[in-house]
């Protein structure tokens, strides 16, 4: 039996990550969401995808993350491949990964997201005054 992706599953791990609450995602989307339409959208294995693509202009991640992403696959990738054996084989030979290198390049990845995920915080903290001042 193949394993399906959970679109909604994947907005909702991508929303998290970037410590976006339910509710704020709402308002970025307009008047005619609220918390529960956001709950009740990233309960749905399939999203239309004029909708995956107004999540991804909010969250400014590409559609294809959300379309993609199988985190039970990313698992079985890094247990398969983080280890001192581990190796890419092709036609013309095999390489070598160094666990050292694989950790030095998951350390940058999550440097860049925590950067991002602070620019995020920055733009979240300026839309929360506008909507405050607004009120």
Excluded at 122 to 128: N, T, V
Aim: net charge negative; aromatic share 6%.
């Amino acid at each position: 039996m193949e394993h399906k992706i959970h679109q909604g599953r994947n907005v909702k791990r991508f929303r998290e990550m970037l410590g976006i609450k339910q509710e704020m995602l709402a308002f970025d989307l307009g008047d005619d969401w609220n918390q529960k339409k956001i709950s009740l959208l990233e309960q749905k294995e399939v999203i239309e995808v004029p909708m995956l693509q107004q999540i991804a202009a909010v969250l400014k991640i590409p559609v294809e993350a959300f379309q993609n992403f199988d985190e039970e696959q990313a698992i079985n990738i890094i247990s398969n491949t983080f280890n001192d054996e581990a190796f890419i084989g092709n036609s013309g030979g095999s390489y070598h990964i160094n666990p050292v290198e694989k950790i030095i390049a998951l350390h940058d990845q999550k440097i860049a997201l925590y950067e991002r995920m602070l620019q995020e915080k920055d733009e979240m903290m300026a839309r929360l005054e506008k909507l405050l001042e607004s009120k």
